[in-house]
């Protein structure tokens, strides 16, 4: 059944409502889409194939019942593994937390399980969600389905190469520096990240507390809102959580494939562009912003002075809260315990399963972390960092008064080769330059598709203001509905 | 030669602060909804927000708030418009997250003050800040000699107490005090305690660790600035605040006079000796790394909101001894013996429940103190209350007790917990005095002391006392000694001699 898995949700959704399809059907073509790319591509840690059969049974008994069904029912969907299931393997690409089984599920699995989305296991990730590459994690490396040889992104990368690979239609992603919006961008699929607050964080597994987002990944921008409305909304057990109505970001998909961009100013960052930027994706950047101004957009330019600081302060801030989120992982109460033999200290076994447990990126941000917050260094380093934030919010304030929404290509980069540059933490960093402002600002911002370089999917950013999410599909929506669709090359 | 308490306070000036932790009386923790109660069998009051699994987030307790609130009011705080908590970073097992959400330099309350008196004079104890933080979970280390985690086979982790809210109460250091800084701080804590308990938001009872105090102490000579203070952690009871000055001013006067500097420092309390040993080296103090908690948006109360706490607060105990001292018409003087037995609340209530201000306060200063004092626990944890003090009162005043059996009976209460009425009813402490049973009882008596009886009757009178000995061991101390000595002695000379001298005991309502 090879055309169910090339389905987007939206129709997968409907299917299985008109009953043209059931349930189980799509499950089954995208476990059997799993066990024949998954080997190649290693998108997943974990397949729950049983789990997903009885998700996708109880949606078509109630379909059969006569039952309403919600909007994604019966669609399969691949989580990330920063996200806890409970009784489920959660392990975040660590080996600290191999076989680990949480006894609760996140707030956004459970509104996943409720709304009868299918969850089929849990992709593999960037270790503790630090990295751009998915090359950090303890699990091996995802490969892009555009190229094997390349990476899929990071930290989301295990979801974002399932969704390119039709293994699955949707996929849950984390955003703290790019996370969500840089994979999307190299494996040429949608991915957004909502406003910091419009998901609850609660069964997320931290890395940084102040910037980490959950959100949606498709393969398209109706699909991604579907997914983002599904998710999204208060919730009690995060006292971050915005307590307001969630944006209408399907109505603004929706509306945005119908109609032009007249009236919607669009602003491209001026500092988000220029030398270090591949030329084939500054060309495929500018040909975007061609076509939102052929969609009836004014197109000005903004700047953003402290933009150029962004990538520092994220770097002190990120690792800092990372250095104090981690340190429950001590083998006290759950998770990898190393040398309990009896005879070593309590603190020695904390430090040797630390030292197994940990991989290299992690262990290096939690070292730069603990140095930033310590005493006589807290005010120059993680003190400062917060005032960049304070400053780069006001720039966007700023821009946001002359510009609805803000454009720039989503990575300066198409997708590099696996391995290129493992050795080198700030070649790695600097994947993250267009993403970061927003994720320090916690305002949205999607990618979306906007062609390719070098035979590789590049991203175009559309970044709003905070709560103003629907703004980014309904822009992106408009701009999808005016370019070609990108196809990967079919996996052998 | 040993250095005396008038030594150290003839040529040093005492300076002490202290830092009070409370565990508030909520009915869940303070960043989740598991239950506080104490005692529960170890991890069953858990979940995935206090044992700080990976993913889960705090939500912080909207009544530990308002308590808090509540005591910074009654301290005369200021309450922050808006305040944070953050993280305190170290590593301990029995700490979940291997942090504390605290919090650090922006506190719900400051800058306040409590007033104390102490032999007729006033002190004021500034307060620097009430703070909100959690409290971390419980080690048992199990095996080997001293329960110490040196030696231990291995360790047992209970979470039920982690994340119970805690308040943190801190002094400005308190100057000024001289001789009476021992008792100045005793008072303080005495009155902490008092309002505290009149607020309702804590049952504070020192023994079970619910109120503890780091007493912090230093000397200097007059007109020299502030010694190095040291902390003495953990101080359990009044009497141990006391005792914890003023064994620090007396340690420290010696280290002084040999010309020896004072470390800063923690020090631990021994109850037994009443000395302090030396804990961990405050200039080794691990760096907390403390931040903004970024899982937590910041409390911002409300200022009309915080106005309706304050019009709703209970009468403080300071303005309740000014009022109950006018309304009960106690002299200063009694007032102060109250106050240092610390049962003018006790005596207060004991008036509101019935009694009469003289047998209240004979019951709190008298038989009720020394039971206390055996039992080393503080008048208001006796375990007799206000309410059965009336009670008593009421029962000896009607004849159905004599003060005698009305003792019996608080010894009843103490005993079994239950109310004076039950005791009484269980133990057939009612007095005797129906003639028949108390004649009939007189009779086995002489019949069984014959030769007392004859030395009675031969004029002896003291002997009779052996003889109503007999009869209220007969009948269980229940009988009137006075009546009984009446009866015998008509039995054995037909009346008592000179109508009199049957009063002898004080036996009686």
């Known amino acids: 059944m090879d055309e169910l898995i090339r389905l ?101 699995t459970r509104r996943i399980k409720d709304a009868g989305v299918v969850m089929l296991g849990k992709t593999n990730m960037d270790e503790f969600a630090m990295g751009s590459s998915t090359e950090n994690s303890a699990y091996g490396p995802t490969h892009n389905p555009w190229d094997l040889s390349r990476i899929p992104g990071g930290s989301s990368g295990g979801s974002s190469a399932a969704v390119a690979g039709f293994e699955a239609p949707l996929a849950i992603g984390t955003d703290t520096g790019g996370s969500i919006r840089q994979p999307a961008a190299v494996t040429g699929i949608v991915g957004h990240k909502p406003t910091y607050g419009a998901v609850s964080r609660y069964g997320l597994i931290a890395f940084s507390s102040s910037l980490d987002q959950a959100g949606p990944f498709g393969r398209t921008v109706l699909d991604t809102a579907l997914l983002h409305e599904v998710i999204a909304g208060h919730d009690p057990c995060d006292s971050t959580s915005i307590p307001q109505p969630v944006a209408p970001v399907v109505a603004a998909a929706r509306e945005g494939a119908r109609s032009d961009l007249s009236g919607v100013r669009v602003g491209v960052v001026r500092e988000l562009s220029g030398p270090g930027y591949q030329s084939g994706v500054l060309a495929s950047f500018d040909a975007a912003v061609q076509t939102l101004r052929s969609l009836g957009a004014e197109v000005v330019e903004v700047s953003c002075p402290h933009f150029e600081y962004a990538l520092a302060a994220y770097y002190l801030i990120a690792p800092s809260e990372c250095s104090s989120n981690l340190a429950r992982f001590d083998a006290v109460r759950y998770g990898l315990r190393v040398g309990d033999d009896g005879v070593n200290s309590l603190e020695d076994v904390m430090s040797l399963t630390r030292e197994a447990g940990f991989g290299p990126e992690v262990k290096r941000r939690i070292i730069i972390g603990t140095y930033a917050l310590s005493s006589g260094y807290y005010d120059a380093y993680y003190g400062q960092a917060q005032k960049v934030r304070t400053l780069i919010v006001r720039d966007f304030t700023a821009a946001f008064e002359q510009a609805d929404v803000l454009v720039s290509p989503t990575s300066p980069f198409v997708a590099f080769g696996i391995g290129e ?72 | 030669m040993t250095l005396t308490y008038a030594d150290v306070t003839s040529r040093y000036e005492p300076v002490f602060g202290l830092e009070t932790h409370v565990e508030l009386g909520t009915v869940s923790k303070m960043f989740c909804g598991c239950s506080t109660e104490f005692g529960a069998a170890p991890n069953t009051h858990t979940c995935p927000v206090c044992l700080g699994l990976p993913g889960a987030l705090p939500v912080v307790n909207e009544v530990a708030i308002e308590s808090t609130i509540k005591i910074g009011l009654a301290l005369n705080c200021s309450i922050a418009p808006w305040c944070r908590f953050a993280r305190k970073n170290y590593f301990y097992p029995d700490m979940p997250k291997n942090f504390q959400t605290s919090q650090y330099d922006e506190p719900l309350c400051v800058d306040g003050y409590v007033d104390v008196e102490v032999q007729g004079q006033t002190f004021r104890v500034g307060i620097e800040r009430v703070h909100m933080e959690e409290d971390t979970g419980k080690n048992t280390h199990v095996g080997g000699a001293t329960g110490r985690i040196h030696g231990a086979d291995y360790s047992l982790v209970d979470f039920n107490r982690a994340g119970i809210p805690l308040i943190e109460i801190v002094t400005k250091p308190v100057p000024g005090t001289g001789e009476l800084a021992p008792e100045v701080a005793k008072a303080y804590v005495t009155e902490l305690r008092d309002i505290l308990r009149t607020l309702g938001v804590s049952d504070v009872r020192m023994e079970q660790g619910s109120l503890r105090c780091d007493v912090n102490t230093s000397l200097n000579k007059p007109g020299e600035p502030m010694g190095t203070r040291t902390e003495t952690k953990n101080v359990n009871s009044l009497r141990s605040v006391e005792r914890a000055v003023r064994s620090e001013m007396l340690r420290q006067a010696g280290l002084l006079d040999a010309g020896t500097r004072i470390f800063q420092e923690t020090r631990h309390f021994n109850e037994s000796t009443g000395d302090t040993r030396p804990g961990r080296s405050k200039e080794e103090a691990t760096d907390y790394r403390y931040f903004p908690e970024p899982d937590l948006v910041p409390v911002e109360a409300d200022p009309d909101w915080v106005e309706q706490v304050r019009a709703a607060l209970p009468e403080l105990p300071a303005a309740r001894r000014a009022r109950l001292r006018e309304s009960l018409g106690v002299s200063a003087e009694d007032m ?155 039995k054995l ?12 005991g004080g036996v009686g309502a």
């Open chain 2, 493 to 504: 000379n037909g009346g008592p001699p000179g109508g009199g001298g049957v009063a002898a």
């Open chain 2, 336 to 490: 102060q013996q109250l106050s240092n037995a610390g049962v003018v609340e006790l005596v207060g209530q004991t008036v509101e429940a019935g009694a009469p201000i003289g047998e209240a306060r004979n019951w709190w200063l008298g038989y009720l103190a020394q039971k206390a004092n055996e039992r080393e626990v503080d008048a208001a944890d006796l375990g007799v209350t206000p309410a059965h003090v009336a009670r008593l009162v009421e029962l000896v005043a009607d004849g159905t007790l004599s003060v005698a059996l009305a003792r019996q009976a608080v010894d009843g209460v103490l005993d079994t917990g239950s109310d004076v009425d039950t005791v009484v009813a269980e133990r057939g402490l009612k007095r005797v005095s129906d003639t028949g049973s108390l004649e009939a009882a007189a009779d086995e008596a002489i019949a069984a002391n014959p030769d007392v009886a004859e030395k009675v009757r031969g004029g002896k009178l003291p002997a009779v006392g052996a003889l109503v000995g007999a009869v209220m061991k007969a009948t269980r101390g229940q009988a009137d000694a006075a009546a009984v000595k009446a009866i015998l002695l008509e």
């Open chain 1, 8 to 108: 987007t949700a939206a129709d997968t959704a409907a299917k299985i409502a008109t009953g043209e399809v059931s349930a189980v059907e799509v499950a089954q073509a995208h476990l059997d889409r799993i066990d024949a790319v998954d080997g190649a591509l290693h998108a997943f840690l974990h397949v729950d194939a049983d789990g997903a059969i009885a998700a996708a049974k109880a949606v078509d008994a109630k379909r059969a019942a006569g039952e309403a069904l919600s909007p994604l029912a019966g669609v399969p969907l691949a989580m990330k593994d920063v996200v806890v299931t409970k009784d489920l393997p959660t392990t975040c690409g660590s080996k600290i937390l191999q076989g680990w089984r949480p006894p609760y599920d996140a707030t956004i």
């Open chain 1, 421 to 492: 540059r493992v050795a080198d933490p700030m070649a790695m960093y600097v994947n993250d330059l267009c993403t970061l402002p927003a994720s320090l600002a916690g305002t949205p911002a999607i990618s979306v598709p906007c062609g390719l370089s070098e035979g590789l999917p590049v991203g175009l950013q559309i970044m709003a203001p905070a709560l103003a999410d629907d703004r980014c599909y309904r822009v992106a929506a408009a701009f999808e509905a005016a370019v070609p669709a990108l196809t990967p090359p079919e996996l052998s």
